[in-house]
């Protein structure tokens, strides 16, 4: 396990994109010993290029984390939650996939300034992410097959140009009274996109539509947690190769070059062009 303590350090695994594996150590009996790989508790901390496999708490990030950054992590299989943030303000989660864990994927509370982008956060037990009393931004995030996609307690939140699909219960859950800004966000595939009924939406909001993504459990028909790495959570699109185009294709809430968009939602990774795409681009 790694405790980071003091401001302004960078842990980056060197490599390939999660070619560098933090894994529970074996105990004396020869089983792993799950733990909390990475623990924070310091500003201006920047994580990046790790699959952390099988922890108790992929990362847990505490007390003033002012300008944490999180970037290219891949979390499967946490006994808890994957990625845990209690605190601190201006920070940011980037092309973070976080998969199988025991309870919710990402767990934020009394945060503010969280900004998730292109992220998949899918097949875990709970909610795929879950805030208490924070504020947080989600943009060209997906979304899928968690038990409820977003659990808002008591927080502000701003969801743009993101998918929210496949969920047992509530894509997104919350409260009326909750300060909430829904709009250019595709759900589908839920028992109910959205619960209670009168959380406002705003423009561009699609409910009830299928995103077709293109093979989402992959060539090993594994959905996520140890079978993450050929899940294909791109957007079906002729370009691609594939019949139609999805709903989520060219559906964002502005042109790709004005939102700085790069990466692509297509199978064959060609660049997202003209009005963005909705959901993680990669």
Do not use: K, M
């Not at 003091?6 to 004396?28: K, M, Q, Y």
């Not at 008591?154 to 409260?175: H, K, N, P, Q, Y």
């Not at 009326?176 to 909001?205: E, K, Q, W, Y």
């Amino acid at each position: 396990s790694v405790r980071i303590d003091r401001a302004n350090v960078t842990l980056r695994g060197n490599g390939a994109h999660a070619s560098v594996i933090l894994a529970p150590p074996l105990d004396a009996h020869g089983t792993e010993n799950p733990r909390d790989p990475i623990r924070v508790r310091a500003s201006g901390v920047h994580i990046e290029n790790f699959w952390i496999r099988q922890p108790r708490r992929g990362i847990i990030a505490q007390g003033n984390l002012d300008g944490l950054a999180i970037s290219d992590v891949v979390i499967t299989q946490a006994e808890r939650d994957g990625l845990t943030i209690l605190g601190g303000e201006g920070i940011t989660v980037e092309g973070v996939v976080v998969t199988g864990s025991g309870r919710y994927g990402v767990y934020v509370r009394t945060a503010t300034g969280v900004e998730f982008r292109d992220c998949d956060i899918y097949e875990n037990a709970r909610a795929g992410l879950a805030l208490a009393r924070a504020e947080v931004g989600v943009h060209f995030t997906t979304i899928y097959s968690n038990r409820e996609g977003i659990r808002n307690g008591r927080s502000e939140l701003l969801l743009r140009d993101s998918i929210i699909a496949g969920t047992e219960r509530d894509g997104l859950r919350g409260r009326t009274t909750d300060v909430v800004t829904i709009d250019h966000t595709l759900f589908g595939l839920n028992a109910r996109d959205i619960a209670p009924s009168g959380i406002p939406t705003g423009a561009g909001v699609l409910l009830n539509t299928n995103p077709l993504f293109v093979d989402a459990d992959g060539p090993d028909d594994v959905l996520g947690s140890a079978g993450w790495a050929d899940d294909d959570l791109s957007l079906s699109q002729v370009g691609g190769g594939q019949a139609v185009d999805s709903p989520a294709v060219d559906a964002g809430s502005d042109l790709a070059s004005a939102l700085d968009v790069t990466g692509s939602t297509a199978s064959n990774g060609a660049p997202d062009t003209g009005q963005a795409d909705l959901g993680a681009h990669r």
